[in-house]
């Protein structure tokens, strides 16, 4: 069963867990020009928390209680939280198990556009690229970080206005799953 991409949250949100909890990783590592620091750990240790770490731990503490608020709103009687980030995804699902199938597709449609969001959070901002334009089907999205979307580099594609076609997480991750169910419907 195309269970694939049940997990992808969970993981990515333990990626920027574990981002979270280096200190001595700092944004030029990512490039990997590590001999450039001039700073030892000592005294990196001493400096307050990069920016970049406040905007994954303000993100992390949105997207969860997104979750949780977007659980609770439809099991009001849902059980306690797990305190470990990642479990939050599961918690989710359990607590939500007995919900109608509507219900059940809003939630993996949160779930999956968390996922997304955990990526573009650590700088990974292909994870746009799998998805076909919702308007063209065309492979062909970038991340435009001013704008927050994910935008058709298609020339042809374009909307009424002769504007290029751009598309919230949101939009993606409502297309993603959707496609998702009417394979597993095709399937049986
Ligand atoms: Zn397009």
């Known amino acids: 069963m195309g269970m694939g991409d049940d997990d992808t949250a969970a993981r990515r949100l333990r990626l ?3 981002e ?5 990783r700092m944004p030029e590592d990512r490039e990997g020009s590590r001999s450039a620091r001039p700073a030892s750990r000592g005294q990196q240790l001493a400096h307050s928390p990069s920016p970049i ?3 994954i731990l303000d993100h ?3 997207t969860r209680a997104e979750a ?3 659980t609770r709103a439809v099991a009001p009687n849902a059980g306690p939280v797990p305190a470990e980030a990642a479990a939050v995804y599961d918690w989710m699902r ?3 198990a007995h919900l109608g199938e509507e219900q059940q597709q809003t939630r993996e449609t949160v779930i999956y556009r968390q996922g997304l969001e955990h990526a573009i959070a650590m700088g990974d901002t292909k994870v746009v690229r ?3 334009c919702p308007a063209c089907r065309c492979w062909g999205l970038e991340w435009d970080s001013g704008r927050q979307r994910a935008v058709c580099t298609y020339r042809p ?3 009424e206005r002769g504007m290029t076609h751009a598309w919230k997480l949101a939009e993606l991750a409502d297309h993603h799953v959707t496609a998702k169910k009417m394979l597993k419907v095709n399937a049986t």
């Open 53 to 55: 770490h406040l905007g």
């Open 130 to 132: 799998p998805h076909p």
């Open 60 to 62: 992390m503490m949105k």
């Open 68 to 70: 949780i608020a977007h």
């Open 157 to 159: 594609c374009s909307d």
């Open 20 to 24: 979270l909890l280096d200190p001595w």
């Open 16 to 18: 920027l867990q574990q």
């Open 94 to 96: 359990q607590q939500t």
